[in-house]
């Protein structure tokens, strides 16, 4: 038998010898342990260490390491692997793991762009079982669920989201629930129905009301919002605004004591200058003193030369707009004070006679570059201008402490803090037309554009805006010259509302028509235009000259009835005053658009106007974008800063994006029983 071995310590204790070597051992030849897979917490380390961990785990535990690789993979855009992971899940899971599991697919979905699929996942999960960090997650992925688009349920996400960030993410979600809340329309506002007990909800839609009310002025709706606050102290945007707010209240009004016009004094261009700078100079020196109405007055354009002589039966004949259609027009306020929306617009009332310096400097005898230096060094503190493309090109390129509101904008647009574009760009009016087309209901539009780039531009802009309203594809059908157009007409064609899908994936960035370098809504001139979409198409939208829709909408007539309950739309470039009663009743039932100047807001000044300019409405329009040019110097650091805000100017509600540059949402016409109607 073995004996005993004993070992004594300086402490006089003895331990067995075999014990202490299996301690000794256990000590030296441990492993470190795996840790514990939290699959409810923040998954904030690689995809390779979750998959490291799930290879070593065992089977209780490795779903969850796989859970937590399947979100990592996610986070670094590696979706296929993701997706790959996430079908290799075991059948069997616990309560736990199958939450989990679905709220990871719904955020892998959202990643791939399947959001329709995302929300049913959502919809379906028990927010009450899970953690705050899951919940943080599932109210983000409701947000993007959504795609930017504003409701009722996704506001709620943002709120009940806020306590469940740390700092830095609160403030975003006060940012991401404050953008959420001004897309929505008067509309919406009027038909959401909140719960009792949504304080939060109602502080918030409060506040949208009091900047809605004062955003006009700064001061006013300093003291709305401290007043805000002592009525919703718990509110997150009482502890910190949100940034868009938060500049409305410090922005700082650009000055315009003296202003550097950059124009081309010589060339072609020159005319198109001229009209720019007498519209310019009048809104300077008061002569444009008033609103634009939301709704045309009824106006009466001087007599044209070469078309009918108005007479009492005929209010029309020089394309004034008449309230005395075959249906009732509602009476147009004489200073709209709100958009289509419902939203309180900025009236135009720039001072009787600005004492502003103005110097014009001629862009066609000196660099831009070397013009600016000397309009800086000249003491401007503001710019308007330049006008032709290819110096509003060279403004990104370079660079100048002043600000700048270029007449013109670049293929694609760069943000700079000091620079706002102004253009009277048909991509805009397309945009414009989308949104009111959509707004009347229709869902599958045709565009009928000239053949070649013209064409190609607007019918991109209408898609474009036409899919971001929620729409789906548009089709575009060309046309050539007028002379194509009558040999149609005599063969017995009609137009077939057939088409090509436009392909809006790689739209560049919407440019204008460019005329001697100078970018602006072509004028009249033959070109043709007809186009056709195939399946159920309920509305057409015209890119035509008044003598091609002349032959254009017989022939729409001819090939579907002119019953057929299609709804017909046409761009400003088919308005000319001076259609006679024929062309009008010819024309009936169909609605363009045109700048408020020209559809009747100020019946003298456009009888002034186009006096001046011997009836072109092309140079009319342009005096009117000189007007506007103005008002927007004025409001430089408004329409920089401030989103949302808007003017009514001569040429539309103008307001701007991101990146400033400015839009015009247009009044709406139509040829009704013989005469022009406004749209209500």
């Known amino acids: 038998m073995l004996s005993s071995l004993i070992v004594r310590t300086k402490s006089g204790r003895i331990i067995p010898v075999v014990l202490a070597a299996m301690l000794m051992a256990a000590c030296s030849g441990q492993a470190p342990q795996t840790p514990a897979a939290n699959i409810q917490a923040e998954a904030t380390a690689s995809s390779e260490y979750y998959l490291q961990q799930m290879q070593q785990s065992s089977d209780d ?3 969850d390491w796989q859970l937590l690789a399947i979100r990592s993979l996610i986070r670094e855009g590696k979706l296929p692997q993701a997706a790959e992971l996430l079908g290799k899940l075991p059948q069997e899971l616990t309560d736990v793991q199958r939450q989990e599991q679905q709220l990871v697919s719904a955020e892998l979905s959202i990643a791939q762009k399947n959001t329709p699929n995302a929300s049913a996942i959502l919809a379906k999960l028990n927010v009450d079982s899970l953690s705050n960090s899951q919940k943080a997650r599932y109210y983000q992925a409701v947000i993007d669920a959504s795609q930017g688009k504003a409701s009722l349920p996704v506001i709620r996400a943002y709120i009940a989201q806020e306590p469940l960030l740390n700092d830095k993410q609160r403030l975003q979600n006060i940012n991401g629930t404050w953008a959420a809340l001004t897309q929505l329309t008067q509309a919406d506002l009027n038909s959401l129905v909140i719960n009792a007990d949504e304080n939060i909800l109602q502080g918030w839609l409060d506040l949208l009301r009091l900047y809605q009310d004062n955003k006009q002025d700064p001061s006013l709706l300093k003291a709305a919002i401290k007043d805000w606050q002592t009525r919703y102290p718990n509110n997150p945007a009482s502890k910190v605004l949100p940034t868009a707010l938060d500049n409305v209240l410090n922005f700082k009004q650009a000055s315009t004591s003296s202003v550097a016009l950059l124009l081309p ?21 008061g002569v444009i003193t008033q609103s634009a109405p939301s709704q045309p007055q009824p106006a009466a354009a001087p007599d044209d030369a070469n078309a009918a002589q108005p007479t009492s039966t005929d209010p029309n004949a020089n394309g004034a707009v008449s309230t005395s259609g075959a249906a009732p027009v509602a009476e147009a306020t004489p200073a709209a004070q709100t958009d289509a929306d419902g939203m309180p617009v900025a009236p135009i009332v720039p001072p009787s006679a600005s004492n502003a310096q103005i110097k014009v400097y001629d862009t066609s005898s000196q660099p ?6 000397q309009a800086k060094q000249d003491g401007a503190t503001l710019v308007v201008g330049p006008l032709l493309k290819e110096n509003v090109d060279q403004l990104s390129a370079g660079s100048t402490p002043l600000n700048v509101l270029a007449l013109n904008q670049p293929e694609q647009v760069q943000n700079n803090p000091n620079i706002c574009y102004f253009a009277l760009s048909p991509e805009n009016e397309a945009r414009d037309a989308a949104k009111h087309i959509w707004e009347q209901g229709k869902r599958t539009p ?6 070649g780039s013209l064409g190609d531009r607007v019918a991109k ?3 474009q805006e036409w899919q971001q309203l929620g729409g789906s594809t548009v089709l575009q059908q060309g046309f050539g010259s007028t002379g194509e157009l009558r040999q149609s ?21 919407p440019q204008s028509v460019t005329i001697a370098g100078l970018t602006i809504p072509a004028p009249p001139a033959d070109a043709g235009a007809v186009s056709t979409s195939s399946g159920k198409v309920d509305a057409v939208y015209i890119i035509a000259t008044p003598a091609e829709l002349t032959l254009i909408k017989p022939m729409i007539d001819l090939a579907n009835g002119s019953h057929s309950g299609l709804g017909l739309y046409a761009s400003s470039r088919s308005y000319q005053a001076g259609s006679g ?5 010819e024309m009936d039932g169909l609605q363009f658009s045109d700048i408020p100047l020209l559809a009747g807001s100020n019946p003298a000044l456009l009888q002034q106007a186009a006096a001046q300019f011997k009836n072109d409405y092309s140079l009319v329009r342009l005096y009117a974008m000189g007007a506007d040019a103005w008002v927007l110097a004025n409001h430089f650091s408004q329409m920089r800063q401030i989103g949302g805000f808007q003017l009514n100017g001569s040429t539309g509600v103008l307001s701007a994006d991101s990146n400033c540059v400015i839009n015009r949402k247009l009044p709406w016409l139509q040829y009704r029983a013989g005469s022009i109607v406004p749209m209500q």
């Not at 045709?446 to 053949?451: C, G, K, Y």
């Open 61 to 63: 535990n490795k779903a």
């Open 265 to 285: 004094l010589n060339g072609q261009a020159q005319v198109f200058a001229n009209a720019i700078q007498a519209g310019f100079n009048a809104a300077k020196n």
């Open 368 to 373: 831009l570059p070397a013009l600016l230096a």
């Open 446 to 451: 045709l565009i009928l554009t000239p053949r």
């Open 461 to 463: 802009a209408f898609a």
């Open 489 to 509: 007409i005599n063969g017995g064609t009609g137009i077939r509302m057939t088409g090509q899908p436009v392909m809006v994936a790689s739209a560049s960035q």
């Open 581 to 585: 009663p024929d062309f009008r009743l």
